[in-house]
């Protein structure tokens, strides 16, 4: 029967009509003549789609659910016991949220016929599971992932965005800790930016199992400092690694690597998977989650760590569809739009819409296209950049000027206030999100994309224009997302696959059955990602740079060619030392062996004769350069011996002259002069002028002390007075990420790493105890035990400084750090609304998680 209703052409007909119907009716447009469908064929359609509903096939199972929703939403109220039928037809799909998105579906089932009530109770009963003591209902998808795991299955999934796997890892987790209390998880996630939102939906998590003694673990706690008993981690692949390095016994019990395709991304990738050798050194048997929305080879997961029981899961089905529209300007000068369906009507035309404004440039169209059709729904605009989010946002807000959402403008109005406050009284955002407006990019400080991120959630702003961070896993649906010839960077189109994982984000689910997705000249872009795969086969960055960069990388191991931290080929020399440390380690063989290098390849005998040449010019340990894993093993070695050089001629005075000081120390800015000028002879490379060295001096001291955004623009304001303020604020929130928090985090970390061990070699070893972290002050922007006790609790930099600076005690820890928050009046302190609201929530979620 299924097969008989597939391939019947009538089906192909009746979705395309009712797409275009659809579409018709819900973007307002001009249509001449209508497709028309009566009430018996609307029947018709929904019976056609129970029997598809029935099907293994995800294209079926697609067909099935459009069909459905797009009847229901055309006929509502016109046709008897419609919203039974339709609530069937999702039953049979096994998408039980979604019966939440219409009352009148979700309160069907009394409506329907004894047969049907009784087939749904048999089906949710087959996908009911018990979490935090309550049943919930699951879909197909999800039921199978949850008892995946519950048997203990190491798993490689891929799955759309949207589909509600971290909703079941993050379950699985706190129901594992409810019954082996001795269990322990790290959660990986790629970016800083995804860490306060796995933190938070995990303590929710932790909540609602009624857990009262686990801490959520987002910042790796210093050599020496006693790991927690019962705990979740929650860390990019740079922390993982530290808190590895600093805790050399620490292992897991559940290992998540979530977007596990980043795998593939240069450095990230090769740190992620050095990051994931290591634990399995310590723990073979660990339980592994690899997580991704894009990958057709999931077996790669297998391959790359060598655990064959990685299993494979992998689905298409999506919980919430999507239409994607192709919105072709036909006269730019008058505004005139005709609009094509791209989904099930392969191409057709299905009207023309009047925009009333000139679209002569990609800007214009998305701002005037996103304005007309976005307005009445939540909506993502796609900029190409930070300075072009910031220009789209800003006409957009323009346009809406009169028509800020009823009841959300105290909401606006605060995160307005805590805009100015978290980068500057004259950052733009300020000015946009009053009209519901906001951007939204990597450089943005935490505090401030968090509370954006939230405010478009509780539906007080109306639109946010993103970049590329939308692509690292931030959650963020929208009903509508408009894209013009869009770009993963400067002048590099998005690729199919980033397209695929960005499209995921349109369509909310339990709020709408269709998400949009607007195409604006769909015609003219460089990549056509809608006739290229969802998915695609990733190579690990390792594996990748052995077999098509052979005589580059063959080069940075004979110490022949130089590259800087954090460019685009630097994951050469990041590779260089994972695979020296390897070879000093005596698993290079294996390495090698997961990389896909033939025993008997000249590559093979290529690399190790190089790094049998390499581990005679470089004696330091495997461990000691592995603890810098971005910077050339022959860099590392010269900074060595240059402290070793040092230490020999001057002694302990020498020794002592050479440590990093504590931020708070008087002479802290005369000390990081003096390492920043080895540094960057050794290190970096750069110049090292004087002038550079006490700017960056300057800027690491302020940063770690807890400076504040607003004055370090400033600050640069009083360097470059001819700089338009929001270049100056770009321009600064780069030099915190990519300088401050990356090259010199790494840049000091490698100098305390070497100086340690120089200090061992020398006699001196008992100076190591005098080192401070400079590397996780510099990541975190702290330097205050009492300020880093409250980041750990979760809180924003912005609020850990503020309430550093009234707190009397400098040194507490988290415990005492959370017991003196629980004991302050934040609102006579004088503290903003939403400084007072992540507090609230950070003892919330603490008084449940230790």
Known sequence: MIDKVWQ?????????????????????????????????????????????????????RLAAYRIATYTYDLFRGEIDGLEASVRAVLTRLGNFPSLATEPGINSALSKASWAIAEEEVVRRAANEVEIAGAAVALTDFQVTLWRALSTGESIAISA??????????????????????????CYIVPTRALITQVHGDLSDALAAAGLSDVEVVTVPLEEGDPLPEKAVYVLTQERL???????????????VIDEAHSVQDGDRGIILQSAIDDILIRGPSVQLLFASPTVSNLNVFSGMTGRKDVSIQATEQVTVSQNF?????????????????????GGAEVGVAEIGQQLSSRVE??????????????????????????????????????????GQSGDLDALAELAKEAVHPKYILALTVKNGVAFHYGNIPTVLRNAIEQSFISGALRYIVCTSTLLSGVNLPARNLFMCLPQRMKGVAL??????????????????????????DYDKWTHQPLAAPKS?????????????????????IQDSQFLMPGTSDAGLETIFVKLLADYKRGRIGVTLDRANVARDAPLREQLENSLAIADQLVPLSADVIAASPTISAHRQQRLYDSFVGIIDGGGELAARELLLKHPRETKAFDSYVAALALCHGTLLRRTGSIKQNRFFALMLLKWMQGMS?????????????????????????????????????????????????????SGHGELCKSMPSIALYLEIGASDKTMISFIALGLSRLAAKNLTNICPIKTLDVKNARAWLSRQDLEILGFSTYIRSEVNLALKRSSVTG
């Open 8 to 60: 019947n052409p009538v089906l192909a007909q009746a979705l395309g009509a009712l797409e275009q119907n659809w579409l018709v009716q819900t973007l307002h447009l001009e249509r001449s003549p209508p497709v028309a469908i009566s009430k018996a064929d609307a029947c018709r359609y929904i019976e056609a789609a129970a029997i598809l509903a029935c099907s293994e096939l995800a294209a079926q």
């Open 160 to 185: 759309p965005t949207s589909t509600g796997k971290s909703f079941i890892l993050q379950a699985f987790i706190a129901q594992s800790l409810t019954k082996r209390p001795l269990f322990s998880a």
């Open 241 to 255: 690694q530290l808190l590895l390095l600093n805790h050399p016994t620490k292992n897991v019990d559940f290992l």
């Open 325 to 345: 529209i192709n919105m072709t300007v036909t006269s730019p000068k008058l505004g005139r739009v005709k609009v094509y369906s791209q989904s099930a009507s």
């Open 365 to 406: 169209c998305l701002v005037h296209i996103a304005q007309k059709f976005g307005a009445d729904k939540q909506s993502i605009v796609y900029a190409n950049g930070q300075a072009d989010a910031e220009k789209i946002a800003f006409q957009i807000s323009d346009l809406r000027s009169e028509s800020t959402p009823d």
């Open 495 to 520: 690729e199919s696959v980033d397209f695929w994982n960005l499209a995921g984000r349109a369509g909310r689910l339990r709020r709408e059955f269709q998400g949009n997705i607007y195409l604006i």
């Open 536 to 556: 695609a086969k990733i190579v690990p960055a390792i594996e990748h740079t052995i077999h098509t960069r052979t005589n580059d990388l063959d080069a940075v």
């Open 709 to 761: 955004i607003s004055e370090l623009v400033d600050g640069r304001t009083s360097f470059y007075p001819n700089e338009k303020i929001d270049t100056t604020i770009r321009s600064t929130l780069d030099l915190v990420e990519q300088e401050l928090r990356f090259n010199y985090v790494r840049a000091f970390g490698c100098y305390n790493a070497l100086l340690s061990e120089a200090l061992k070699v």
